[in-house]
């Protein structure tokens, strides 16, 4: 009875956990419902705000889902900085200890995000004019910064599991997660790899694909039986390469074996209608030690502190 009662609140403070569960046509009610029922936030974070959407010079197509920049595209000379910022930092970090004990030995947080602080490049770079008014204009939604890291693919041999294997992300609709390379990421080092989302949405109509713990992964065989065999798009480039992806919509995998590590920053935006946001989205609270009394209004939004 306490069981049910516990479930019945949790249905009621999160009803997007049900929903993520769910095959892409109920997804997207989900979806639709959240953005209708919550009037003051839609009005304020996904009209079409000069303020938001002045800055035009990344962009991601609808149809790819996806975009990646190179070192001398991400603005205010960023690529170098956050690259050298990471840098200095591994430089303290014993990655094999962190490996040993480590959930995901394939893909290691080296750096969490509560130890990256709002005087870093890294804090420049994801709360940046031009990266979040890019973000906001393929989500049509002023978005919310829900995670930083910096993660370490050691690649070694060994079965696939997990987000080694093609699958969709599950927490929004439609999301955007960014990746800046701290090293050169070539063929051999495990890279992200993706299908652009018209591809992927071929793919998730023909099986019908739902994110439950069974079947979010799925084989490479399903994926290049519908998407073809050269469908897959590996991102490699050298260090400061910046790539945006909605990996709730592009299929994708990483951390696969390989001859070599992979180092990159990882930050995630998503909107305050996602599956992983309690219904009142002003309680879900994501990087809490950035807010500060001074923030921009801008900032304020940004970490889900203003509507
Ligand atoms: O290791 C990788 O590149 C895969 C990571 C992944 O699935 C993700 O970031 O959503
Ligand atoms: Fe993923």
Redesign the pocket.
């Known amino acids: 009875m306490q069981n049910l009662a516990r479930k019945m609140t949790t249905a009621m403070t999160y009803p997007g956990a049900f929903f993520r569960y769910q095959s892409k046509p109920l997804r997207s009610f989900y979806h639709a419902l959240s953005r209708a029922a919550h009037v003051q936030t839609f009005l304020k974070r996904c009209n079409d705000n000069a303020d938001t959407y002045s800055a035009k010079k990344l962009t991601i197509e609808d149809a790819d889902g996806f975009s990646v920049f190179s070192p001398s595209q991400v603005p205010d000379n960023l690529a170098q900085d956050v690259v050298a910022e990471i840098r200095a930092r591994l430089q303290n970090i014993d990655v094999e200890t962190i490996r040993k004990t480590s959930k995901k030995p394939?893909?290691l947080s080296v750096i969490k995000g509560a130890e990256i602080s709002r005087d870093s490049a890294i804090y420049k770079l994801v709360s940046h004019r031009e990266v979040v008014g890019c973000v906001a204009r393929y989500l049509k939604c002023f978005p919310i910064l829900s995670f930083i890291a910096v993660?370490y693919?050691p690649n070694l041999p060994g079965q696939e599991t997990?987000?080694?294997k093609f699958?969709l992300?599950h927490e929004d609709y439609r999301q955007i997660?960014a990746?800046m390379f701290v090293e050169d990421i070539g063929p051999n080092n495990?890279?992200?790899?993706l299908i652009p989302a018209a591809a992927s949405e071929k793919i998730q109509n023909a099986i019908n694909y739902k994110m439950t713990p069974d079947n979010k992964q799925i084989e490479d065989e399903t994926v290049y039986g519908i998407a073809g065999s050269g469908a897959a798009r590996p991102l490699t480039g050298p260090p400061g390469t910046l790539a945006l992806?909605d990996?709730s919509r592009c299929f994708?995998?990483?951390?696969?074996e390989g001859s070599a590590p992979?180092i990159?920053l990882?930050f995630?935006y998503i909107t305050p209608f996602a599956f992983v946001m309690p219904w009142n989205w002003r309680k879900g609270v994501y990087l809490p030690h950035l807010k500060d009394k001074n923030m921009s209004s801008w900032e304020r939004k940004l970490l889900g502190v203003e509507i």
Do not use: A, E
């Open positions: 394939y893909l993660w693919s997990g987000s080694q699958h992300d997660k990746f495990g890279p992200f790899t992806i990996t994708h995998y990483g951390s696969r992979r990159m990882t995630q």
